[in-house]
């Protein structure tokens, strides 16, 4: 069974910073193309980033590049989202997901950032 657990969001002032972390279990991690996808209050889902494989081809919203950068750590099987220079508008919950489109992600966690 595929498992995947978010953690490390919070609330933060705008131009702060955070680091997300996905634990992956049941699934070969290592051999899959990871994404980050959220969801903001009222909204739908969101891609955000993703990641191949190796971890050495990476894309990016428009909404986020050059802020956001996404990495992974195969021997963890851990999946990361570091997040630079926070807007009122990153505010949502996060998740990792095997795919754009949000599949099998987890219960996600939550970013908030204001003043």
């Known amino acids: 069974q595929v498992q995947l657990v978010e953690s490390g969001g919070g609330l933060v002032q705008p131009g702060g910073s955070l680091r997300l972390s996905c634990a992956a279990s049941g699934l070969t991690f290592s051999t899959k193309t990871m994404s980050w996808v959220r969801q903001a209050p009222g909204k739908g889902l969101e891609w955000v980033s993703e990641i191949n494989s190796g971890g050495g081809i990476t894309y990016y919203a428009d909404s986020v590049k050059g802020r956001f950068t996404v990495s992974r750590d195969n021997a963890k099987n851990t999946l990361y989202l570091q997040m630079n220079s926070l807007k009122p508008e990153d505010t949502a919950v996060y998740f990792c997901?095997?795919?754009?489109?949000?599949w099998g992600r987890g219960q996600g966690t939550q970013v908030t950032v204001c003043s």
């Open positions: 997901a095997k795919n754009r489109a949000g």
